[in-house]
């Protein structure tokens, strides 16, 4: 036969008020904490190399296809412009933060969310995006094509 425990009796007002005063005290501290260990302990782009190796020439032809990657955590696009040098482009609209696609048949960039129209470098054609699309900074070596940071707004 097993031993009997104490039953258990019933949560108390007060017992389940003390609980839930807690938890959301746990939460308050860890929502504070957070940052400051963030703060403490950055990882944050900082981290992420700046210079990274994104194609090869081989891979673009002038207003061609492009090359589409992420740098720090922004999806991107690297395109060859007619004069043979190449733009690396955000693509993240500067409306609302939609994605925007390359179109080469009609050698722009496109927002299908309102219609927003970027040229091959960026600049604002049509539509409501307030400004143009933040390029990267390019850089060919060799056969090899590398984007080392933002370029200044
Ligand atoms: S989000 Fe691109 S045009 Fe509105």
Redesign the pocket.
């Known amino acids: 036969m097993e031993p009997r425990g104490e039953p258990a009796g019933p949560i108390t007002r007060r017992d389940f008020l003390v609980m839930v005063l807690s938890l959301t005290g746990a939460f308050a501290a860890v929502g504070l904490l957070a940052p400051i260990v963030r703060y403490a302990f950055p990882r944050a782009k900082a981290e992420v190399a700046a210079r990274v190796r994104v194609a090869s020439t081989g891979q673009l032809t002038p207003l061609g296809d492009t090359v589409d990657f992420e740098y720090q955590e922004t999806p991107c696009s690297l395109l060859q412009l007619e004069d043979g040098t190449y733009a690396g482009l955000s693509r993240v ?1 500067t ?4 994605i ?1 696609t390359w179109e080469p048949d009609n050698t722009r960039f496109f ?1 299908p ?4 129209v970027f040229s091959p470098t960026g600049e604002v054609l049509a ?3 307030p400004s143009p699309l933040p390029a990267l900074k390019v850089a060919v070596q060799g056969e090899e094509i590398w984007v080392e940071g933002w370029s200044p707004a």
């Open positions: 609209c409306h609302l933060g939609c925007i927002c969310c309102h219609a927003g539509g409501p995006p």
